[in-house]
């Protein structure tokens, strides 16, 4: 069973960063089948992708290429995620989701954090 669990601060003032980890238990983040990825859902829309990190790199949607990093710490088994310059149209939950890449769908999921944008 592979658990992701979101941390991080609930609220960001504008034109702040926003940092966000996922830290991953029953397996590995550096296993070259995955890729571990960022997803959120603002309020009354569908989930956007931000994008993702494997073994080879990163790779960012091109709306928010600008303003998001995604990096990991492979001794903490964890991928982190910093949005830039963020304002109020950011508020969103944020999920971490591993992807099979063999099978080409999300198999897990982390419980979604609260991130609001607010001074």
């Known amino acids: 069973q592979v658990l992701l669990q979101e941390s991080g601060p609930g609220l960001v003032k504008p034109s702040q960063t926003l940092s966000l980890t996922c830290t991953v238990s029953?397996?590995?983040?550096?296993?070259?089948?995955?890729?571990w990825n960022w997803i959120r859902q603002s309020p009354g829309k569908g989930l956007e992708w931000m994008g993702y990190?494997?073994?080879?790199?990163?790779n960012y949607s091109p709306s928010l290429k600008s303003r998001t990093s995604i990096s990991r710490d492979t001794s903490k088994n964890q991928f982190s995620l910093q949005l830039s310059s963020v304002t109020p149209e950011d508020t969103a939950v944020y999920y971490c989701?591993?992807?099979?890449?063999?099978?080409?769908?999300?198999?897990?999921w982390g419980q979604g954090t609260q991130v609001t944008v607010s001074s």
């Open positions: 990190i494997d073994y080879q790199g990163s």
């Open positions: 029953g397996g590995s983040i550096t296993t070259s089948n995955y890729a």
């Open positions: 989701a591993r992807f099979q890449a063999t099978y080409n769908y999300y198999d897990y």
